[in-house]
């Protein structure tokens, strides 16, 4: 059993679309995470939940909307899609102090 | 502010030498965590070690180790006897109340 999962693995889409990427995690955490992680490889968090709650909020464009309809899972919506928000988008669930278990990576194109 | 620094953007050795990899970070807390993440070639990212504040104990794990010193705020990983397969993006990373900064990785490449 995959114990952080994320889908699609890939996504190609055009600039102005919306798109969603689903998390989910099995190990019974209560704080999930949204990481982006650009062509360089900088990883920048950008959302954190726990049990259901926003927590932390990055200064990320109101474009994107986390959702967290319950606490094994955290959704991530974008709205009108712009070239720059192409990168790997990670998910990532925790048990507390920092040790994160990471999903496998969202590849996110916007041609 | 919190900050952490890898000042290597991209390390290469042969295979079977002793590799550094240097991690100095900022903080105003006297309470934090400290860890060390790797992201192979395939993209995923690994939990490699987690080490708090109050614990200055180097840590060896095989051929990994890990020197933390807060009289210069450092915590460096040493890879003994480096194999091809430590290839890999290694990202330190700071924990302040659960918001988890990394640095910006160390490429290390282990030439056959």
């Known amino acids: 059993d995959t114990a952080v999962s994320q889908t699609p693995k890939y996504l190609v889409t055009q600039m102005g679309n919306d798109k969603s990427i689903k998390c989910e995690q099995n190990?019974?955490?209560?704080?999930m995470y949204w990481y982006k992680q650009d062509s360089k490889k900088f990883l920048k968090i950008m959302f954190s939940?726990?049990?259901?709650?926003?927590?932390i909020n990055e200064t990320v464009p109101n474009r994107f909307s986390p959702k967290s309809p319950d606490k094994a899972h955290l959704n991530l919506h974008i709205n009108s899609l712009e070239l720059g928000d192409s990168a790997v988008y990670f998910c990532?669930?925790?048990?507390?102090?920092?040790?994160?278990?990471f999903g496998s990576g969202t590849q996110l194109s916007v041609l | 502010a919190q900050k952490v620094t890898q000042a290597q953007t991209e390390i290469s050795v042969v295979e079977k030498e002793d590799v550094t990899l240097d991690c100095v970070y900022e903080?105003?807390?006297?309470?934090?965590?400290l860890f060390w993440y790797k992201q192979p070639p395939s993209g995923e990212l690994v939990f490699l070690i987690r080490?708090?504040?109050?614990?200055?104990q180097n840590e060896i794990s095989g051929r990994y180790s890990w020197n933390f010193q807060k009289s210069t705020s450092s915590f460096n990983f040493t890879i003994t006897a480096s194999q091809v397969v430590d290839s890999a993006v290694y990202f330190c990373?700071?924990?302040?109340?659960?918001?988890?900064?990394f640095g910006k990785g160390t490429r290390l490449h282990i030439l056959p």
């Open positions: 990532a669930s925790s048990p507390g102090r920092g040790k994160l278990f």
């Open positions: 190990l019974g955490h209560d704080t």
């Open positions: 939940y726990n049990n259901k709650e926003l927590i």
């Open positions: 903080t105003r807390d006297t309470t934090y965590y």
């Open positions: 080490r708090n504040s109050f614990d200055e």
């Open positions: 990373a700071l924990d302040n109340y659960d918001k988890i900064i």
